[in-house]
């Protein structure tokens, strides 16, 4: 099992950055690709972007590229830096991770790819 725990969240204002980490533990050493995926009130869950954990491919939702980063670092961590909020950031951001063999069933982009989850971290951009 994997473990993952979001922080970073808060509510902020149109424009302003934000900085979300998620750790993970248990058996990290089973995962393949770690990824960011957002809910909105009465939405689907979207992905954000992803990270192969060997850091050497990232992937992005192309509506998010530029204002969004995500990284890793080699302590189990990821993070993803967002820039120029807007107001229809606002979501509820969601890590996870997919095992090799989930990312081989499905693509990066959809939940199916993920096996694991973290419970979320809210993020509310007022205009």
């Known amino acids: 099992q994997v473990q993952l725990v979001e922080s970073g969240g808060r509510a902020v204002q149109t424009g302003e950055s934000l900085r979300l980490s998620c750790a993970a533990s248990?058996?990290?050493?089973?995962?393949?690709?770690m990824g960011w995926f957002r809910q909105a009130p009465g939405k689907e869950r979207e992905f954000v972007a992803a990270?192969?954990?060997?850091?050497?491919?990232t992937y992005y939702a192309d509506s998010l590229k530029g204002r969004f980063t995500i990284s890793t670092n080699s302590t189990n961590n990821i993070y993803q830096q967002m820039n120029l909020l807007k107001h229809e950031d606002t979501a509820v951001y969601y890590c996870?991770?997919?095992?090799?063999?989930?990312?081989?069933?499905?693509?990066?982009?959809?939940?199916?790819?993920?096996?694991?989850w973290g419970q979320g971290t809210q993020v509310t951009v007022s205009e």
């Open positions: 996870a991770a997919g095992t090799a063999y989930t990312c081989k069933r499905s693509a990066y982009y959809l939940t199916t790819a993920y096996d694991y």
């Open positions: 248990g058996r990290t050493f089973i995962t393949h690709l």
């Open positions: 990270v192969t954990w060997n850091r050497e491919t």
